[in-house]
Structures are given as C-alpha cells and as structure tokens.
C-alpha cells in the first residue's frame, strides 16, 4: 500500500520482494489524484523493470516475470525424456545374444 507519505523506498523495496515471489501484485494506493497514481504507477514500473498491468482506481496492478519461476515453469513444460530400456535378466541376455527371442503375442 502507498499510504500518506507517498511512494517511498520502503514502498519499492516491499513492492520488489513481493514481484519476486508473486510476479503479479496489486498495490493500493491512498490517494485523490489520479495523475499522482499514475505517475507513481510509471516510477514503479521504471525502477522495479516491471510492467503496468491495470490502473483502476485506486489499485495498481504491476507484473515483473521472476526468471526461477519462469525456468521451473518451461522446464515442467517440457515432454518427458526418453525411459530407458527395461533391465533384463542375465538369462534374457543370453537368450538375445543367441538370437532365441520370443516375441509376446498381441
């Protein structure tokens, strides 16, 4: 929230923290002036390198992409790796090796 003394650098360093757990936050601002807002809302997004989402009201709504979020998110996206092949016993080692495979029926 960005009380009575304006946006302060505890404000930003709040704002900051929460960025990198949420990516998307919305912070109230407690003020009139609608023009205050949305410059408070332009200084955020320039030193935080984030981007303006929404401005209704009094809320602003600011996204900033956290890059650990973002690998764990490409990595469980990601198709599965190949399995590897089941293990097999000595005795089916030797069956292959000697070319006395049976093939399972359908």
């Known amino acids: 929230m960005i009380g009575d003394q304006g946006l ?3 404000v930003i360093r709040e704002i900051d923290r929460s960025l990198k757990a949420h990516e998307l936050i ?5 003020n009139d002036e609608r023009d205050e807002r949305e410059s408070w809302l332009d ?12 401005h209704i009201g009094k809320t602003l709504v600011i996204w900033r992409e956290n890059p650990e979020l973002a690998r764990e998110r490409k990595k ?4 599965p790796q190949n399995k ?3 293990r097999r016993t000595k005795q089916q080692e030797e ?11 359908r």
């Open 43 to 54: 200084e955020i997004c320039g030193a935080l390198n984030a981007a303006p989402v929404q």
């Open 26 to 30: 919305k912070v109230r601002a407690f």
């Open 76 to 79: 469980a996206a990601q198709p």
């Open 95 to 105: 069956n292959i090796a000697a070319g006395k495979t049976r093939r399972r029926p």
């Open 8 to 10: 302060t650098a505890a």
């Open 84 to 86: 590897k092949a089941p």
